[in-house]
T-cell receptor
Framework: AQKITQTQPGMFVQEKEAVTLDCTYD???????LFWYKQPSSGEMIFLIY??????QNATEGRYSLNFQKARKSANLVISASQLGDSAMYFC??????????FGTGTSLTVIP | GAGVSQSPSNKVTEKGKDVELRCDPI?????LYWYRQSLGQGLEFLIY????????KSGLPSDRFSAERTGGSVSTLTIQRTQQEDSAVYLC????????????FGDGTRLSIL
């Protein structure tokens, strides 16, 4: 079975600090893609970052980086230098070879000024 | 526009009525997905269209829900005999089929059943 687990329903971080949002996945597919999305209170789903299962290096996009540990099946999102606008729900997702997507239950991040 | 377009953005209807929600994907995206999101909850997969293949309907919660995709582009999600528990935001997403590319989401339709 394919599955995404996000164990942190809510997280708090001080402005300008870094924060790690956890994500573990379960798949038997040899090839897959891992994604993080941000959903602010306005409701839109914003794609943040992508990691391919065969990528040797961790993905980075500006202040976002993905800590990919394939053997542990984890794909944690690291946000550096948190900003107030980072307060949102964050969803981890996986795409398998059948082009199906699986989403975690999300982590609510609150940035404290 | 270049993004996924959903209409209407808001829909209020009475219990028992039928509703149609529309999704216009990004041009060239052959995969199209529908999700449902209740307030404060995660995404619930409903249905997935992949090119000309038969859709994956495994997420549809009941036979009141159906969807079609005409000409490989625009999709319509229909809910018949709406119930109050159908109230949610319905999100549509599209993606290319090649490579492990991300989905791009529309802004959703907020459906309220009175």
């Amino acid at each position: 079975a394919q599955k995404i687990t996000q164990t942190q329903p809510g997280m708090f971080v001080q402005e300008k600090e870094a924060v790690t949002l956890d994500c573990t996945y379960d798949t038997s597919d040899p090839s897959y893609g891992l994604f993080w999305y941000k959903q602010p209170s306005s409701g839109e789903m914003i794609f943040l970052i992508y990691q391919g299962s065969y990528d040797q290096q961790n993905a980075t996009e500006g202040r976002y980086s993905l800590n990919f540990q394939k053997a542990r099946k984890s794909a944690n999102l690291v946000i550096s230098a948190s900003q107030l606008g980072d307060s949102a729900m964050y969803f981890c997702a996986m795409r398998n070879t059948g082009n199906q997507f699986y989403f975690g239950t999300g982590t609510s991040l609150t940035v404290i000024p | 526009g270049a993004g996924v377009s959903q209409s209407p953005s808001n829909k209020v209807t009475e219990k028992g009525k039928d509703v149609e929600l529309r999704c216009d994907p990004i041009s060239g995206h052959t995969a199209l997905y529908w999700y449902r999101q209740s307030l404060g909850q995660g995404l619930e997969f409903l249905i997935y269209f992949q090119g000309n293949s038969a859709p994956d309907k495994s997420g549809l919660p009941s036979d009141r829900f159906s969807a079609e995709r005409t000409g490989g582009s625009v999709s319509t999600l229909t809910i018949q005999r709406t119930q109050q528990e159908d109230s949610a935001v319905y999100l549509c997403a599209s993606s290319p089929l090649t490579g492990f590319q991300p989905q791009h989401f529309g802004d959703g339709t907020r459906l309220s059943i009175l």
